[in-house]
């Protein structure tokens, strides 16, 4: 049987697991006498759409990751929902990490292609449980309304099988591809993210995104819900 790393069961200064606000809300959305796999499921989904996805969200700086601050907002991007999912499973004794891959979005908006200069997401977060003696991927980022907008079916978890992104919309046409993984992490690495991310869209696209942030001081810069989804 894998011995578990005690560093996924504890909290960090980010995955704050030991939170009250997580704690209150990880046992309020699961029940004492839920099993593990159980408890994991239930949490994936308040994840997946209690907190909507949000590209536009904060990025650099470690209180923008902070589990129990994406739960007070009640948004972030893929890897700020990851990272509270794997503080709440915590939160219930399930051990977790994070994990990261690039993946090539075949279905975005026409306005995030022109803000990144790309489709492909470097390092998008997921999180990895482990239930019944083996790591489960799950990846809670796309919450039911989003997916509505970009006809494509929400990600279902059992807590036995790998939920990662749809691989095809409801018309069959190619929605996510994973490119590379990055490995998993027990706390949320910042630096290399931000590192990834002006290595792929560069330097100066990342650091523009950083100062419009700071001299709005908006918890967004735009309202992705608004924009215009691009087919293909």
């Not at 909507?52 to 902070?66: A, I, K, N, Q």
């Not at 977790?96 to 492909?120: C, I, K, P």
Request: proline share 4%; hydrophobic share 35%; aromatic share 12%.
């Amino acid at each position: 049987m894998e011995t578990i790393d005690s560093s996924y069961l504890e909290p960090t200064s980010i995955i704050d697991s030991d939170h009250p606000e997580i704690q209150r809300y990880a046992h309020r959305v699961t029940e004492n006498n839920d099993s593990a796999r159980e408890k994991a499921v239930k949490l994936f989904y308040a994840v997946r759409d209690g907190i909507w996805y949000d590209p536009y969200c904060p990025f650099y700086l470690p209180e923008h990751y902070r589990s129990s601050n994406v739960l007070r907002n009640g948004r972030g991007y893929c890897v700020c929902k990851a990272g509270l999912l794997c503080a709440l499973a915590r939160a219930v004794e399930i051990p977790s990490r994070v994990g990261f891959a690039d993946v090539r979005n075949h279905l975005t908006t026409r306005q995030l292609m022109e803000f990144m200069g790309s489709n492909l997401f470097v390092y998008h977060g997921y999180t990895e449980l482990f239930l019944e003696g083996k790591w489960v991927k799950a990846t809670p980022a796309f919450n039911r309304e989003l997916c509505q907008k970009h006809n494509v079916a929400p990600l279902e978890f059992n807590g036995r099988d790998d939920a990662l992104l749809q691989s095809y919309n409801l018309d069959k046409k190619q929605f996510m591809e994973y490119v590379t993984y990055h490995g998993t992490y027990a706390d949320i690495p910042i630096q290399t993210i931000v590192a990834a991310w002006e290595n792929a869209y560069g330097k100066d696209r990342v650091r523009g995104w950083i100062e419009m942030l700071e001299k709005t001081g908006k918890k967004s810069l735009k309202d992705f819900y608004q924009e215009e989804v691009v087919k293909g």
